[in-house]
């Protein structure tokens, strides 16, 4: 089994605090800035195409285990959106592995800091890194997640919550990524160290539905932690319905690299709303890449992949 009930020496993960709703995430939205970049970028290695396990596999958890009935669940032609959590895997080769790993060091001095979700975390990094742009974008990689999933992914057009990095430290103020429910649907991190480096920053979610998480008690068998101990350990979550949490890195460092994918063809039915996007972002930055979203198009595949600059995947290419 990947996953196992989180509750250790007294303390429980439902201790964690949890993102702000109503006016105090209205509040986050009147703070929050546009993400600020340096003037210098790091020099980093080249993506390539072979840095993806064309071959990943992983246990898959269905959102009916979750709790959610099938009329809940998207549907194309007969096809559902029914998958829930996927891995934890391996994604990428041990020396694509190094390299997003370098990639992602060097961008620790441009991260901000939030309150929000994750406290200190890199938005938009495909705008800074050229590799990590060139990976989220490459058909390889789109595809093999795509198929992991069961739908077809392209990178997110709202652009700045596509790639993120968290980054968590054992000194000092307690870096943590609070109880929440992302605004995103599909959503994949991965772990770049493992346990080895780090004490504390523990991956747990409910293993229920979204509603039934505010009277979970400590102690509840549906609060799971992920396996995601090794070193590039790759989790997708279908975040917007599953509640999730990190417990706070108590000693050495922590990176992930979180991915947020968009399936076209689910435009329509796509979670996010205004006010979770600018709780992190602002309201400025929010509006106009809002608009685009919310755009009405005609081939949703051909359509999304223009906004969001993107190879096109569709059904056909899930084999
Ligand atoms: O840091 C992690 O492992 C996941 C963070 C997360 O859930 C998020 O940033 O939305
Ligand atoms: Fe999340």
């Known amino acids: 089994m990947p996953m196992s009930s989180a509750r250790s020496g007294g303390t429980s993960a439902l201790d964690l605090p949890r993102t702000p709703t109503g006016f105090q995430q209205f509040s986050h939205a009147l703070r929050a800035r546009t993400p600020r970049r340096g003037a210098t970028l790091p020099a980093e290695p080249r993506w390539r195409s072979e840095f993806v396990d064309r071959a990943a596999a992983g246990p898959r958890v269905t959102l009916r285990e979750f709790g959610y009935g099938s009329g809940e669940l998207s549907t194309w032609r007969g096809r559902p959106d029914d998958t829930a959590v996927v891995g934890p895997l391996q994604l990428l080769t041990q020396e694509g592995l190094a390299c997003l790993t370098e990639v992602c060091d060097a961008l620790e001095g441009t991260a901000g800091h939030s309150r929000f979700i994750a406290t200190r975390r890199l938005r938009s990094a495909d705008l800074l890194s050229p590799f990590i742009n060139n990976m989220i974008r490459d058909r390889a990689f789109l595809v093999t997640c795509s198929r992991l999933v069961g739908v077809p992914l392209i990178p997110h057009p709202l652009r700045i919550p596509t790639a993120q990095i968290n980054y968590g430290s054992g000194q000092g103020r307690p870096e943590i990524v609070r109880w929440h429910r992302d605004g995103m649907d599909y959503v994949f991190t991965i772990q770049l160290n493992g346990y080895e480096d780090y004490e504390g920053g523990r991956f747990t979610y409910f293993q229920g539905r979204t509603d039934e998480f505010p009277e979970a008690e400590p102690g509840d068998a549906r609060i799971r932690e992920a396996a995601c101990g090794e070193r590039g350990a790759t989790l997708f979550l279908h975040g ?31 979670s996010n709303t205004f006010w979770h996007l600018a709780g992190d972002d602002g309201i400025a930055a929010t ?31 899930l084999g």
């Open 240 to 270: 917007s319905r599953i509640f999730h949490a990190v417990t706070p890195v108590t000693k050495g460092r922590r990176v992930v690299l979180v991915i947020s994918l968009f399936c076209p063809y689910f435009a329509r039915q796509d």
């Open 287 to 317: 509006v106009p890449h809002w608009l685009r979203l919310k755009w009405p198009v005609r081939n949703p595949a051909v359509d999304f992949s223009l906004r969001a600059g993107s190879p096109v995947v569709t059904w056909d290419d």
